[in-house]
């Protein structure tokens, strides 16, 4: 039986290291998709490269991919995702693509959010395209948000595609909700998105 | 249960657990309580063992895991810097109630899985990236006018985007050429039923029949020979 085991053992190591190796052979395929401008390849290389076991920090590339394809909701769901697994593994570009996504996306708490650190860290040509998303965002929340959108939020929040831009919505709940002088669903937003 | 701070080779619950590693790993384990125990994997080319961030936090009976920094690393109750292949550990602790080696079995795709997240991501694929990310930095799409979320998403991806591919503009073409048929058979039977005259037999008839009256390409073919 000991030796079974141990038989068992030795064939689970040596398959080990060969599906990490696999994960960094898609994570590169992807970086040079999208190098390339091909973001369907680019973003099935990231999303294999994850599945079989790439770092967390790949989920940053998955949401500027996205970014890149249009899909700002999707990526704003996969950049809340990043930024819970792999914090530490951001930068101010792929900082401003989560920007962007928000922007895109009509997040606004979230642009404010991001752009504030960004408006810091960010070189030239970002701080000035990050610029014009802050104005925008600050127009809007200079006005108490209304219940009507807090509560978009919720209804987004319900029929998002994965629990990340699930997670997303709900915080941006919670951020709107903040502005308001009733905390309008505020410990709910933040009860659901724990 | 003691936080990892406190946790002395004394003060350390007893875990009962015998680690098999890879020959190419290293793993240093850090009983944590009766049911975890905390495992640094190495790369064994490397002269010394470093701590290259990916550690893991593995339960006996559940397959979470979370990467922070081993901060002490005992083997038993006396500390150790590694642990060769083979090597294990004994503590004495009936409450686990694991067999030893269906625990191997739990650790050793976690190590896999440890492998992968303790390696960075490559210099070349960070360049890549970076040379991607910078190119044609994309601009926020002119708004001028913000509005708050709506409860349903608005559509993305189609429109006129959509009519600079190549493949969109072969269908608009088809779209095209399918229209003006349509449009020019329309204003050829139009044409027919204005020169058709009311007396001539087929006013009033079917399409079909007014074109037979009118129309000289519904000739009888000629039979064959």
Partial sequence: MTRFVL???CVLSTLAPAQAGDANTHVLAGARAFRAGDW???LVEFRVALKLGAPASVRWYEGATLARSGRFEEAVGVFELAFETAPNERDP???YYRALACFEARLWGCVLEVTTGLERTGGPRIQQQ?????AEAKQLLSAEP?????????TRASGASSPSLSRAWLREAARLGKRRVDRFRVDEAERASK | MLPPSQLTPESAPAVSVQVLVP???AVELVPRSCTQVLIAVHDDSQPEPQLNGGSLTISAGCTGWYSRPARAVHFGRRPVRRLAFGDGMRCADSSLPMRRSWLLMLLLPQLAFAQADAGAVPDEVRQLMKEGLERDLPSPSPRG?????????KKQGVGPTLKNEPGARRVEALSERVRNEASSRASA?????????????????????????????????????
């Fill in chain 2, 145 to 153: 006018k913000a509005e708050w979320p709506q409860p349903e998403p």
């Fill in chain 1, 7 to 9: 038989l068992c053992c």
């Fill in chain 1, 146 to 154: 209304p219940r009507e959108a807090i509560d978009a939020c919720f």
């Fill in chain 1, 130 to 134: 990050v610029a014009s998303m802050a």
């Fill in chain 1, 93 to 95: 570009l792929l900082d």
């Fill in chain 2, 23 to 25: 020959p190419q790993l």
């Fill in chain 1, 40 to 42: 369907a390849v680019a």
């Fill in chain 2, 189 to 225: 039977v139009a044409e027919e039923r204005r020169t058709v005259p009311d007396n001539q037999p087929g006013v009033g008839q079917s399409r079909t029949r007014a074109a037979k009256a009118v129309g000289p390409q519904l000739k009888p073919k000629p039979p064959k020979p």
